[in-house]
């Protein structure tokens, strides 16, 4: 299945994208100190955003963590693959492999869009891009893609 593919799929059911937000949002220790949001799940297309913070800013307080933007890659790549699954409410996602390639320095919030490249039988890879807003210009920070193992139910 690829990001064509999952157009043939339907809608995801409400129950599904309350679920996600609510596990990123309030219930992910990680996640929800960071102040992670859930802003898009659709079939095919995720999207998250952490807000700018003092306390994920590098030594030279201005820049956000480059881990702060690797986590969003990571977790927007894994939930876009559930998107793909008939029931998302069912099975499971691991990351087998990340790459994240970091183009300049986060100094706002924080915004990543994942989408499908093909979501199969037991693998899936996800694109994902990381952007930041300051100053009232958003800029591509970080460009990532992953594969995750995927199990079905």
């Known amino acids: 299945m690829n990001r064509t593919d999952v157009a043939d799929l339907d809608p995801l059911p409400a129950e599904a994208v309350a679920l996600v937000e609510r596990r990123i949002e309030e219930e992910h ?5 960071l102040n992670t949001s859930v802003d898009v799940v659709e079939r095919g297309r995720v999207v998250l955003s952490i ?3 003092d306390k994920l800013t590098n030594s030279d307080g201005g820049t956000i963590h480059g881990g702060v933007a690797a986590t969003l890659v990571d977790t927007a790549g894994g939930i876009v693959q559930r998107t793909a699954f008939e029931d998302p409410l069912s099975g499971g996602v691991a990351t087998v492999n990340l790459n994240a390639n970091y183009l300049r ?4 919030d924080l915004r990543a869009e994942a989408t499908i490249v093909r979501s199969g039988g037991s693998i899936g890879v996800s694109d994902m891009t990381v952007t930041s807003a300051t100053n009232g210009e958003t800029d591509e920070v970080v460009v990532g893609q992953g594969s995750f ?3 079905r139910e």
């Not at 220790?29 to 100190?33: E, R, T």
């Open 149 to 151: 193992r995927l199990f």
């Open 29 to 33: 220790g990680y996640l929800s100190w």
């Open 105 to 108: 320095p986060a100094t706002g």
């Open 51 to 53: 807000p700018y913070d």
